[in-house]
């Protein structure tokens, strides 16, 4: 009989399977030989705190910063391909810090991630786009600079989408937005998941935004991947602040509203 190894198995039967991801800046590694897998049509968070490696972490999945390891996608080896081959095989990096171009109008910006597909497919991208986001619908003229926080976030979302992505890397959709907008940014998300089958690897260092989205998580410290949470640990009100206490510190509590 033939033996089967079990790395081979994981990147041909996963979506995303990445083999001793190890990132560095010049001097010494700030993500360690990191290993992890996907299912298609998973969201799965990635937590952590500030400077933990997760950006590193997406940037590398993306082809954005050179790295040492393998990365399988949808069955492919794609460890030699450029981020731009990355993006047309359907990996999508949704920046932090809403990078969108802010001289251009909206509709340019949601061009923008479509440049390279038809004008009919762009044309139904953008309205399946518009009709997740009504708040950017009436703004596509404007500067994308003149939008509020929220609706930066969900034109940098959208534009991503324009693309028509099977894995969406999300770095911390979250940041910098009121709790109410993150409420209604996470409301959208599990929509277009729900409706699109869509993958996603979803950064935060806010475990409860992650938790609205994710049915798994790993958490990241110092570049290495030091926990891993179920579903149980990301929605049971007890998994929860045993592994709040445990990976992400007495920072974050169990909210005292919202709860039943
Ligand atoms: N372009 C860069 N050049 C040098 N160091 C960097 C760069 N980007 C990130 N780092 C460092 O790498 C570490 C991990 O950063 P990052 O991946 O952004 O973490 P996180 O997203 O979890 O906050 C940090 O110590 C950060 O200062
Ligand atoms: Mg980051």
Do not use: C
């Not at 079990?6 to 190890?22: M, Q």
């Not at 360690?32 to 997760?54: D, E, P, R, T, Y």
């Not at 996608?73 to 993006?87: L, N, V």
């Amino acid at each position: 009989m033939m033996m089967t190894n079990d790395a081979t198995v994981a990147a041909e039967s996963n979506l995303l399977h990445v083999e001793g991801l190890t990132v560095r800046y010049g001097a010494g590694p700030v993500v360690h030989g990191i290993s992890l897998s996907m299912a298609s049509g998973a969201v799965v968070a990635l937590l952590g705190a500030n400077g933990a490696g997760k950006s590193s972490t997406l940037r590398a999945i993306a082809g954005l910063e050179p790295a040492e390891g393998r990365v399988h996608f949808d069955g492919k080896e794609i460890t030699r391909f450029t981020s731009a081959q990355r993006f047309r095989s359907g990996i999508v990096y949704v920046p932090e810090g809403r990078a969108i171009v802010t001289d251009l109008s909206v509709a340019e910006n949601l061009t923008l991630g479509s440049y390279f597909v038809d004008s009919t497919t762009r044309e139904r991208r953008r309205q399946m786009v518009l009709e997740f986001f009504p708040e950017i619908a009436n703004r596509l003229k404007a500067p994308a600079g003149l939008l509020s926080g929220g609706e930066q976030q969900m034109l940098a979302i959208g534009r991503g989408l324009m693309s028509g992505p099977r894995l969406l890397l999300l770095d911390e959709p979250s940041l910098g937005l009121a709790p109410m907008l993150v409420a209604r940014v996470y409301e959208r998300l599990a929509l277009i998941q729900k409706e699109q089958k869509l993958a996603a690897l979803l950064v935060e260092q806010s475990f409860h935004a992650a938790a609205k989205l994710a049915s798994r998580a790993w958490v990241m410290r110092h570049g290495h991947i030091v926990g891993e949470l179920d579903a149980q640990a990301l929605h049971g009100r007890e998994g929860r602040q045993r592994a709040i206490d445990a990976y992400l510190g007495a920072r974050q509590h169990e909210p005292s509203v919202n709860q039943a």
